[in-house]
Every structure is written in structure tokens, then in C-alpha cells.
């Protein structure tokens, strides 16, 4: 069946979107494909009747590469591609031309001449009603807006990952499919979803426009194909203000039954970013946007005590929140390899003979679990964390209010989770010592009377000059 004019532009627009550079990203930005689909639709207007006016009239490359092979003959279509800007008409035909071959993504043209749109070019991108009719449908899907908590090195981020390499093996589509940012204390919602920034181009000394932030960039590709599944990930979103970060999409957080967003709001600036794209015009003239069905939210967060900023329970409420607890059972097997770093002649049962750890010691010995390795140590100090905590519910059952208030809990986040180091960590004694031993003299027990009593210094000299045992340094 052949393609009307819209459908053939619709799928130039995929080809373009679906080609990727060796290092894996993508050859075409979303404003590169508007501006060659633009020019291939535009650009020749004023060469009627030579050739069609609309260059996705031709569907047949044996067809167009003729009539390009004419039409590059005549003064006229120079002067179209030299006011169309810096040779971006030409380009886009190149394009084309491999499109209607069929070439395959790793053969297609590399577009080296930067492009530019002029003034009166770009505003009749904008106000083109002529132009790509998308006929947006939206496909009920049921959302993930999650935040995966717990201690640190629990896994949250690696289970996100796991999560969207099953929706995405290639590496490509998954790059396609998400974004993957960090909150922090500085991060703005300029950062986040888009602002007014300078712009100095070749026809104008200075411009502004709209500079989309990858929340914008992400709804925008989300908006394009509804039934395709996109996942913003935010590391860490407790260490910024999200709130604030979000603003005014915040209310977007609330989703209804079919997924998208149940109250949309206002917002000029996003809703003219998407309306560059002829296909998104329609969709947005009334300047409300709004998170589709198949636009995921998934978030990390520590539970940590010195976290900078804490989420309320207006902004908490509005995602599913899931507990990532610490636990060693799917850790990968190379985290659980004997290094030198754990050696040692003694038994560890000999070692933790007649210490508060031994029964516990016997526990993992008879479940196959005690091991020299980064597990075995790992459970070690969390159970000594627990130790700690209960004895400490013990004595300030027996002080007086005053003695109370210097006793405080270790709290969990302090605990060791399964990646809390790396494998290369492992490997090297001095890397090891400086990064997990440092952290619980400093950070887990600085002034505890039975473990890790002497000075960083001292541990230090002992584990590396002396070459001591690791595990007995818990003793």
C-alpha cells in the first residue's frame, strides 16, 4: 500500500531517530530530524512546477534520485538550498536518498555541515499547519512512579537497571528509552525541566530560546511514541529540594486510572518546545501538558540521618515506595571470590571463639556462608550494629534520664550493603582498608569501647605492615 505525503515523513522521522554512532548514541538530535523533515517538506515550494513541492512525494528512490540528478542542474534549487540555510536542504536529501535505499543505520550518512534555520524559515516551522498530522492516541498502561529506599549500597540502583534491561536489552534502546540524572543540593528546575538561555547564531547576534532539561526532553520523546515505554530515573532524590525541582509538574504526580496525569497544568514553555515539531502541534495548542501513560518515574533514596533535604508526605505519597533491604543472596559471584584482602590462617570459627559473635559465626558456618570473603565480613559488622543496639536498649533501661543522652543507636543506614564497594575494591588490600575500615572507625563506631578501639592510624599500620588477619581487627 502506498504512503500518503504524512505517512512517508512519519517514517523518515523513525529511520532518522533509530540511528546510532558507534559509541552508541544518537546521530540526530530531536531538533536535527524537525529541521531536515521540515526541509524536505518546505524547501522546494518555489521550484513547483520542476519537482513536487513536498519532497516526500517521492517514495521511489530510483524516482527521487532522477529527479535530484535534475534538479541539482538548475540555479534555482541552489538558491533554495542557500536560503533554506547552510546547506541543509542538500543534507536532508542525502538523507533521504539513503532512506528510500534502505540502507542500514550503520551505513547512513554522516552529516558533517552544521544547519541552521533562518528567521523566516524557523517561523513558518512554527506555524505550519500543513504539517505533520501525528493523530496522538494515548494507550492506557499503568505506570511506574516508584522510590526504592534503603541503606546505601543496598542494590536500589542496580535493581532499576535490572528492571529496564528487561524491557530494553539493547543497550541502544534502552539509551533511547531513559534518562538517567542525580538530585543534589544545587539542582534547579532550570536544571531539571527546561529555561530561557542566550543563544548566538550566524543570522542574529543573540537569541533566546527554551533549553529543555531531560525531564522536557524525555516527555517530549514519551509524547511521540505512546506505545512505547519511557523511564526517568532519579539517583539520590532526597539530597535536592524535589519539590521545588519539580514545581510546577508537581501536580503532574498524580495519575489516574489509564496512567496519565489526572490534573494538567499550564506551562507555555514546555508546551511550545513540543509545538516546534509539527506532529505535537495540534496536541498542545491549548498550552497544557500533562505525564502520559507510558512515562515512568523511578527514584532512589538512603535512608540516611545527614540527608540534606527530607521529602514530605505530600510529594512521598504521590509514588510507591519500596524497601530495598540488605541482603547478600543475589549478590554476583565475583564480590563473593576469596581475595587476599580476607586472608588469614586461622579458622574463623577459632577466631570468634568466645566473643559476642560466636554463636552467630556457628549459624553461618552451619548454613554454608561463612567464608573468607566480602559477604562473610559484611554480615559480620551489621550483625556487630545490632549487638550494639540492643545492648544499648538494655543500658538505657537502667540509666537515669542524663546518662541516657549520651547513648545513641547506630542507625541502619550505617549498616554494610552488598554494594557498598566494588569488586575492584575487594581486590586490593590498601583500597579496602582506606574506603570500609576508614568509614567504620570514623563513621560507625568512632567512640565504642569494645570495637575498633585504637587510632585509624594504628588499624592502618597493623592490617598493611604487619599484614593482620582483617577479621580479627572485629574481635
Known amino acids: 500500500m502506498r504512503l ?72 534555482e534549487f541552489r538558491k533554495a538550498n542557500e536560503a533554506y540555510g547552510n546547506g541543509t536542504l542538500a543534507a536532508a536529501i542525502q538523507l533521504y536518498q539513503a532512506f528510500l535505499r534502505g540502507t542500514e543505520a550503520s551505513q547512513a550518512p554522516e552529516i558533517s555541515a552544521p544547519f541552521y534555520l533562518k528567521q523566516e524559515i524557523g517561523s513558518e516551522a512554527y506555524n505550519d499547519d500543513q504539517g505533520l498530522d501525528f493523530r496522538y492516541e494515548e494507550v492506557p498502561l499503568t505506570p511506574l512512579q516508584k522510590i526504592y529506599y534503603g541503606a546505601p549500597g543496598t542494590g536500589k540502583s542496580y535493581r532499576v537497571n535490572k528492571m529496564i534491561e528487561k524491557e530494553y536489552p539493547v543497550a541502544e534502546e534502552r539509551d533511547a528509552h531513559c534518562k538517567r540524572l542525580i538530585f543534589h543540593p544545587t539542582y534547579t528546575y532550570q536544571d531539571f525541566v527546561g529555561s530561557i538561555k542566550p543563544l548566538v547564531t550566524q543570522d542574529r547576534p543573540l537569541d533566546y530560546i527554551f533549553a529543555a532539561g531531560p525531564l522536557t526532553l524525555l516527555l517530549k520523546e514519551a509524547f511521540m511514541h505512546p506505545s512505547e515505554k519511557y523511564y526517568l530515573v532519579i539517583e539520590e532524590i532526597n539530597r535536592g529540594n524535589a519539590p521545588a525541582i519539580f514545581g510546577d509538574l508537581f501536580q503532574l504526580l498524580d495519575r489516574q486510572g489509564s496512567g496519565k496525569s489526572e490534573y494538567p497544568v499550564a506551562n507555555n514553555d514546555i508546551t511550545a518546545f513540543f509545538s516546534r515539531d509539527p506532529g505535537l502541534k495540534k496536541l498542545f495548542m491549548e498550552g497544557k501538558v500533562w505525564f502520559p501513560a507510558n512515562f515512568n518515574i523511578l527514584a532512589t533514596m538512603n535512608t540516611a540521618d545527614e540527608n540534606i533535604f527530607v521529602l514530605d508526605n505530600a510529594f512521598k505519597r504521590r509514588f510507591a515506595l519500596e524497601y530495598v533491604r540488605i541482603s547478600f543472596d543475589d549478590l554476583p559471584r565475583e564480590w563473593s571470590h576469596p581475595y587476599d584482602t580476607f586472608a588469614g590462617h586461622r579458622p574463623l570459627t577459632a577466631i570468634f571463639q568466645g566473643t559476642p559473635l560466636e554463636d552467630f559465626v556457628s549459624q553461618l558456618y552451619y548454613e554454608g556462608n561463612l567464608s573468607r570473603d566480602w559477604p562473610t565480613f559484611a554480615r559480620l559488622v551489621n550483625k556487630i550494629i545490632d549487638m550494639v543496639n540492643r545492648q544499648l536498649l538494655q543500658e538505657m533501661g537502667d540509666h537515669s534520664d542524663p546518662a541516657r543522652r549520651h547513648l545513641s543507636r547506630i542507625p541502619e543506614n550505617k549498616k554494610l550493603g552488598p554494594f557498598f564497594v566494588s569488586e575492584a575494591d575487594l581486590c586490593q588490600r590498601d583500597t579496602f582498608i582506606n574506603k570500609v575500615i576508614f568509614y567504620l572507625k570514623q563513621d560507625v563506631f568512632p567512640n565504642h569501647p569494645h570495637y575498633l578501639t585504637e587510632s585509624y592510624e594504628e588499624l592502618y599500620l597493623t592490617y598493611q605492615e604487619d599484614e593482620a588477619d582483617l577479621f580479627e581487627l572485629l574481635c
Open 4 to 75: 500518503n505525503n504524512e505517512e512517508q515523513e512519519q517514517a523518515f522521522r523513525e529511520w532518522m531517530r533509530k540511528q546510532y554512532s558507534d559509541g552508541g548514541t544518537r546521530r540526530y538530535t530531536d531538533n536535527a530530524i524537525i529541521a531536515y523533515s521540515h526541509a524536505l517538506r518546505t524547501g522546494c515550494r518555489k521550484l513547483e512546477p520542476y519537482v513536487a513541492g513536498n519532497l516526500f512525494f517521492y517514495k521511489n528512490g530510483y524516482e527521487f534520485d532522477n529527479m535530484y540528478e535534475q534538479l541539482q542542474g538548475k540555479a
